[in-house]
């Protein structure tokens, strides 16, 4: 708001825009190529992804089985769920994945060894915050110190994932295409 006030006094226009997911970014990426008058730039960066990223959900089995699946964030100090609110929740969301954190508030918080063993998920995907190394040392130091984490359907078929920052962490933009891509191999080999 500050900032928008001391554009606003200077006489500059301006704009703020949100971009969560890939529908945002094609929004943002057509209102900056109408500006800027470069149509041709939207079709290489907005067009070829949009193309991509259909290509990809069209091979998403419509039969209704869902991958049950539980999006973790890791940071140096704590780890915790991630639903549909953060891009990759809502990747997972448009690829026919069932997150056990939409039906689990208390994960958001606080990852519960508990709850995540009797939802059993099918895969695990970890997005990690700040170093990545450290970010990992505190799952493991954490709920895959206890035995029973080898329990899971997740482990014992080798579906844990930490997955790429440059396209799940940090907004992809050109590349959300291949985001797409990267977890749909992985859904459905």
Known sequence: KELDETLTQARLPHAYFKMDDVDEYLHVLTICTDITQRQDLYEQYGSAVKLQMDEILEGVPADGAKPKILLIRSMST????????????????????????????????????????????????????????????????????????????????????????????????????????????????
Request: charged share 25%.
């Open 78 to 189: 704590k780890a915790k769920a991630l639903k549909e609110d953060h891009m990759t929740g809502r990747m997972l969301e448009d690829l026919g994945a069932d997150n056990i954190a939409s039906r689990h508030d208390s994960l958001l918080e606080d990852l519960s060894l508990e709850t995540i063993l009797d939802e059993n998920p099918d895969f695990i995907f970890v997005v990690t915050t700040g170093n990545v190394d450290s970010a990992i040392q505190t799952l493991e130091n954490g709920m895959m110190a206890n035995p029973a984490w080898n329990s899971l359907s997740a482990v014992q078929n080798d579906r844990y994932y930490v997955l790429p920052k440059d396209l799940f962490q940090y907004k992809p933009n050109a590349r959300w295409g291949e985001g797409y891509e990267y977890l749909y191999k992985i859904l459905y080999p």
